[in-house]
């Protein structure tokens, strides 16, 4: 049964979940407007840019679901999914699972984005496999710390080696679907890599290397 890996954000979905998260937690007025959204937008612009300091980073985005108790998460967190996620959705990329699943491949989420925010996301493809960065708990706290290796760049690599070594996968004939030259080292590792609306970096890799290019939004 070979491997049919997607990434989430600007993948299976037309937006960044993590961003998109931190928008809502302003609009809500849970997070300070001027400071969080200033860091908010940085951090997002270094991303795309391959510069994150993802440690950094998780320690911005994972502050508020330290700061606040559970139900008050959940709460905002389905709304969050109604509201910020659902309009996001790319139909195209429902379809794109859905043909997977029929031929019989194990689906796989990936994504640098926090099981918290993603989880249920994962779910609405009716995925139930994800491998995501893992914020730490302590009973019913996150404490702001993250546990275990991110799951971004290399980290995704490591992390799928991981999995795979649990469940007896292997990378033969496997896929791998991201928009982003920070996939790039997962990209390099699997049998078909695949560019969905990529970013100017990934496509110029997926030109020259004669790698397929796909796009899932409804406007192309």
């Not at 302003?26 to 940085?42: H, K, P, S, T």
Request: with cysteine; glycine share 6%.
């Amino acid at each position: 049964m070979p491997l049919a890996i997607f990434d989430l954000d600007n993948t299976l979905i037309a937006g960044d979940s993590d961003y998109l998260w931190g928008r809502y937690l302003i609009a809500q007025g849970v997070v300070d407007r001027d400071q969080y959204e200033e860091l908010n937008d940085r951090f997002y612009r270094d991303y795309r840019e391959g510069r994150l300091d993802i440690r950094a980073f998780l320690g911005f985005a994972l502050a508020p679901l330290r700061d606040h108790p559970l139900p008050d998460l959940l709460l905002w967190r389905s709304r969050f999914l109604c509201e910020m996620i659902e309009p996001v959705v790319l139909p195209r990329a429902l379809a794109l699972v859905e043909h997977h699943r029929q031929r019989g491949d194990r689906l796989l989420i990936i994504t640098a984005t926090n099981e918290f925010v993603t989880g249920p996301i994962a779910e609405r493809f009716g995925i139930s496999d994800l491998i995501a960065t893992v914020p730490e708990r302590r009973e019913d706290r996150f404490t702001g710390e993250v546990a275990g290796v991110p799951a971004f760049r290399e980290g995704k690599v490591s992390r799928l080696e991981e999995w795979m070594t649990d469940t007896g996968y292997d990378l033969a004939d496997s896929t791998f679907y991201s928009d982003s030259h920070n996939d790039l080292p997962l990209l390099e590792r699997v049998t078909h890599p695949v560019a969905v609306d990529p970013d100017p970096r990934l496509r110029a890799c997926a030109e020259s290397r004669g790698w397929r290019i796909l796009s899932l939004r409804d406007e192309v």
